[in-house]
Each structure stands twice: as C-alpha cells, then as structure tokens.
C-alpha cells in the first residue's frame, strides 16, 4: 500500500509512472475531521490551486504560497461539506480565488444552513459564491495542465473529482479513501450510487493512478479495485 505522511512531496516520489513537473503537491490536512487540502504550486507560472478549503487551511498555504512564491488563483471543491469548504470564504475574500464546484451541491455551499440543519449543531458556516459550475466531462485548466472533471455522486449528490492524465493522478474528496469509501448515510447520500460512481468513474482509469482522498492516506485505483472492502471492481 501506498502512504502517504502529511506535507510535501513530488511527483516523482509519489507518481513514479506519472510526470508533472514541476507541479508540486502539498498536503495540509486541516480542521476538525483533518479533511486534506492540497495545495498545487507551479513554480514557473507562479500560479496555485487548491483542492477543499477545511477550516484553518488559509493560515496553512499562506507561508507554503509564499515560499514558493505562488499566488492561489482558483479553489476546487470536491463537495459542499461543511468540513470541505470551512474556510472557502475567508479564501475568497481575503486572496480573491475563483470557486468551482458542482452545482448539485449547490445548496450546501452556498446556504450553510441546510448543513447545519442536518449535522443538527451551530457550525459558524459561512456560505461562499461559486464563480463556476462544473459537470461531468467539463476540463479546467490550471498549473499549464488539463484535468478531467467526472461527477462521482453516492457521499453526497455534488461530488466531483479532479483527473490529471499525465500525472496519473487524481482528487477524489469523500467517494473513495484508502481501504474505505465515503459514508452514504447523510442527506442526498446514496451506496449503490456511491459504488457505480467508483466503478465507473474511478475504476475505469488506469491502474497506477494515484488516489488523493478527502481524508487519510493516499493510494491507487489498482490497489482499490483489488482490496477495496466496500466496493470491488465488479458487482456481486
Ligand atoms: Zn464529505
Ligand atoms: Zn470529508
């Protein structure tokens, strides 16, 4: 199994069949839940983007932009869960990013109280403007990459993830962890959507692709379809 510690590596550490040089992937796992944001800096455009804004995750990039002299100029959201887009609005008013996201998630991002009304509890959400919808087969570009951008519903109906071909890389938020997968229980959530999803959408790239998850350890999309305990490669 691949692990990986929190902080910093390469793609050649991480990604020994993919290439992104000199992208690099900084893993700040962040408030209450430890929800990972990563932050990629690309050190000849001087340009950032971060996946998920977990509360707390704007003091962490700020000494990482600044020492590789980057300025964050777009947040993905890989879902509207609270523990994902805590701190999107303080991004957004203090550096200025462009969000995206999917609109099915619209709601969670945008009114904190539907969240807040589930999780039963006061959270202090603070709703954030997204700048740009997204949806299956829709590409952005970044970092002077493409990623692929496939919706991943079952956690919760806006999942999205982000593909990078060439890096063999991709940012899944709470569909698939690392021995594990999203819990489906919450509103809008769904398991046998969840595991078409991950059949379909992740298990369909190539095998040596690296799975950069919501929560916990990366791993690879071969290493799941093998031993994924909540969803194999082919329905029984
Ligand atoms: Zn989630
Ligand atoms: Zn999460």
Known sequence: MHRAPAGEFTFAEAFPNGNLEPVK?????????????????????????????????TEKIRPVLAKEGCKLVALWLTHGHFDHMQDAARLKRELGVHVVAHRDDQGLIETPEIMEGFMGAKLGLEGVPVDQW??????????????EVRHVPGHC???????????????????????????????????DQLAASIRTQIYTLPD?????????????????????????????
């Open 157 to 191: 109906p806006g999942n999205i993830l982000f593909y990078q071909a060439e890096a063999r890389a991709v940012f899944v938020g709470d569909a698939l962890f690392n021995g594990g997968v999203g819990r489906w229980d919450l509103p809008g959530g769904s398991f």
């Open 134 to 147: 997204v949806a299956q087969g829709d590409t952005l570009t970044a970092l002077g990459r493409t990623f």
């Open 25 to 57: 992937i900084h893993v700040l796992p962040a408030g209450p839940l430890q929800t990972n944001g990563y932050l990629l800096t690309e050190l000849s455009t001087g340009e950032a983007v971060l996946v998920d804004a977990p509360q707390g995750i």
């Open 208 to 236: 040596d692709t690296v799975v950069l998850p919501g929560h916990g350890p990366r791993t690879t999309v071969g290493d799941e379809k093998e031993a994924n305990p909540f969803v194999a490669a082919v329905a029984r």
